[in-house]
């Protein structure tokens, strides 16, 4: 499951009513951030791994089918971890840049993992689904 930040639901909002305020043009590239609690609407409750063989990596997504769903097109992966454990991975977020950048969507994962010193977490293809909700 998945759901839209503050900052991607203004923007859709004031480009479908034709606001010129915001001239908003769908990123170039897309990256997954791993988080360690949920990031919230605001993406004020975002806690990635900083360091230790952590990076955001770069996805792409299928077309939406007519379910109003897509999912990642290539395997995913992160680490390994190198030398201190990231802790417990519960949430992923997609953002519009590798580092800093704007939250567009977010989510918990199926499953917790802890990512601990040589562990990678992997995600394969077709296993990250975003869905109009």
């Known amino acids: 499951m998945s759901a839209k930040s503050n900052y991607l639901e203004e923007e859709i909002l004031d480009h479908i009513l034709g606001k010129t305020a915001r001239n908003w043009t769908p990123p170039a590239d897309l990256y997954v951030a791993l988080s360690t609690a949920n990031p919230t609407d605001d993406a004020s409750g975002l806690v990635e791994p900083s360091g230790n063989g952590y990076a955001r990596q770069a996805v792409s997504f299928n077309a939406a089918g007519a379910d109003g769903a897509t999912e990642n ?56 689904d975003i869905a109009e909700t």
Request: net charge negative; glycine share 8%.
């Open 73 to 128: 097109t290539a395997q995913l992966t992160f680490g390994p971890c190198t030398t201190t454990s990231w802790g417990t991975i519960t949430h992923f977020a997609i953002f519009d840049a590798a580092t800093n950048g704007n939250m567009l969507y977010y989510g918990q994962l199926t499953a917790s993992k802890t990512i601990d010193v040589s562990d990678s977490l992997v995600v394969a293809a077709g296993d990250l």
